[in-house]
Antibody, heavy 117, light 107 residues
Framework: EVQLVESGGGLVKPGGSLRLSCAAS????????MNWVRQAPGKGLEWVSS??????YIYYADSVKGRFTISRDKNSLYLQMNSLRAEDTAVYYC????????????WGQGTLVTVSS | DIQMTQSPSSLSASVGDSVTITCRAS??????LNWYQQIPGKAPKLLIY???TLESGVPSRFSGSGSGTDFTLTISSLQPEDFATYYC?????????FGQGTKLEIK
């Protein structure tokens, strides 16, 4: 069974840092591109970052470029978040991407990041 | 960036009705259009990818069509579990933008 489990969320002060993790199981993680998507409270979905299966291709939303870093290792996806702002407050989801269509076919349950003083 | 515009933003319907949600891209995205369903407090669920391909396990009452800039999601014979928020997303190019969502409510 495919499973994605995020962790690492919490309350952090503006300007602080957090590292989110997404533990993958039930599939060959190294064969899939992955996404981070976030959702601010009461708002819609926002794509944050993508990483290719071999980490060769990495992309970021302008809103997080220069502050967030996506990475992966054998069975986990990460999002290092620095210089956090109040507007980064959201539930962060990791998602596995279908190879050709690049749609998120499996999603984690999400982890809440709250940036507040 | 490619802008994705969904309409309507909200919709009221009854069990058994058929509804259509539209999604328009600000430029051509070929068929790189995906539809998701989200129930409050839950992660999004993929319904349709590549504009018209039904994800495995999704009921056949869901269907998608379109290419280029104009796309539709149709739900025929609404069931109680279908009342949720629906999002389109383009995966043609980064940033992989989402529409603003369509909230489907029970009339």
């Amino acid at each position: 069974e495919v499973q994605l489990v995020e962790s690492g969320g919490g309350l952090v002060k503006p300007g602080g840092s957090l590292r989110l993790s997404c533990a993958a199981s039930g599939f060959t993680f190294s064969s899939y591109n992955m996404n981070w998507v976030r959702q601010a409270p009461g708002k819609g979905l926002e794509w944050v970052s993508s990483i290719s299966s071999s980490s060769t291709y990495i992309y970021y939303a302008d809103s997080v470029k220069g502050r967030f870093t996506i990475s992966r290792d054998k069975n986990s996806l990460y999002l290092q978040m620095n210089s956090l702002r109040a507007e980064d407050t959201a539930v962060y989801y990791c998602a596995r991407l279908l190879t050709a269509a690049r749609a998120g076919d499996y999603w984690g349950q999400g982890t809440l990041v709250t940036v507040s003083s | 960036d490619i802008q994705m515009t969904q309409s309507p933003s909200s919709l009221s319907a009854s069990v058994g009705d058929s509804v259509t949600i539209t999604c328009r891209a600000s430029q051509s995205i070929s068929s790189y259009l995906n539809w998701y369903q989200q129930i409050p407090g839950k992660a999004p669920k993929l319904l349709i990818y590549a504009a018209s391909t039904l994800e495995s396990g999704v009921p056949s009452r869901f269907s998608g069509s379109g290419s280029g800039t104009d796309f539709t999601l149709t739900i025929s014979s609404l069931q109680p579990e279908d009342f949720a928020t629906y999002y389109c997303q383009q995966s043609y190019t980064t940033p992989n933008t989402f529409g603003q969502g369509t909230k489907l409510e029970i009339k």
